[in-house]
């Protein structure tokens, strides 16, 4: 059941290049804030059922497996800097659909190659493998519209000399790679922590589970 939401009804409370915060005005009276990536006439709130169907999700998350000759298969995960947490974070690849993606014939698959080659230097070849898992996920739809597709990503490696942090643009902030085998990998995923005791992302904690329940 759609419960949308018109134009008419959304007021913007504050807006940046980056951010915005809207007030849904559900019912009479009733008011309900949301926090977006997405401008006023983009917000999923105010889709019809058939668009929202359709819509491309603003980000994709990738569960990156190396099979590495000689040492095996591994997942690759990184350090990065999560400005509203205040430290580095367990991470996944992942980042933003941009505009060239969006205009692609496979946006998502076009992202995900992107961002793995611009947060791990490594180039997707031909024989490794990209599949979308799950085309649109919501995030935390209780103050947030943004979304999220999950893909996965298979790399052979003769070796891990390529491995980059490099090519992080603009805020993007990273402090080294981890190359997880099941165990550690296990580990990570059920006591909920990182290595170093830190909570992380639920986006890591499906890559995680993807890793584990396929490899």
């Keep these: 059941m759609n419960r949308e939401i018109g134009h008419e009804k959304i007021d913007t409370l504050y807006e940046t290049r980056f951010l915005n915060c809207y ?4 019912a009479p009276g009733k008011h309900y804030f949301e926090a977006s990536r997405r401008k006023k006439e983009d917000l999923v709130a105010s889709m019809s059922d058939a668009a929202a169907r359709e819509m491309l999700p603003d980000a994709v998350t990738v569960a990156v497996v ?7 298969t591994r997942l690759l995960m990184s350090y990065e800097y999560r ?7 367990l991470s ?21 190659i992107r961002e793995i080659h611009e947060e791990s230097g490594l180039t997707v070849r ?7 898992l799950n085309p649109c996920t919501f995030c935390t739809p209780g103050i947030t519209d943004e979304s999220n597709a999950f893909l996965l990503a298979e790399i052979t490696l003769d070796d891990v000399s390529s491995l980059s942090q490099e090519g ?11 190359l997880l085998d099941k165990e550690r990998a296990r580990k990570i995923y059920e006591e909920g922590r990182d290595e170093h005791g830190n909570f992380y992302s639920l986006a890591a904690w499906m890559v995680l589970g993807i890793f584990l329940s396929r490899f």
Aim: charged fraction near 30%; aromatic fraction near 8%.
């Design 23 to 26: 007030d849904l005005k559900y």
């Design 66 to 72: 190396l099979h590495i000759t000689g040492i095996g």
């Design 83 to 89: 400005y509203p947490i205040g430290r580095f974070l």
């Design 92 to 112: 996944p690849v992942a980042g933003l659909l941009d505009e060239e993606d969006k205009k692609s014939k496979k946006p998502l698959v076009n992202a995900a």
């Design 126 to 132: 031909e024989g490794d493998r990209v599949t979308v």
């Design 168 to 178: 992080a643009e603009g805020s993007e902030l990273f402090d080294g790679f981890e």
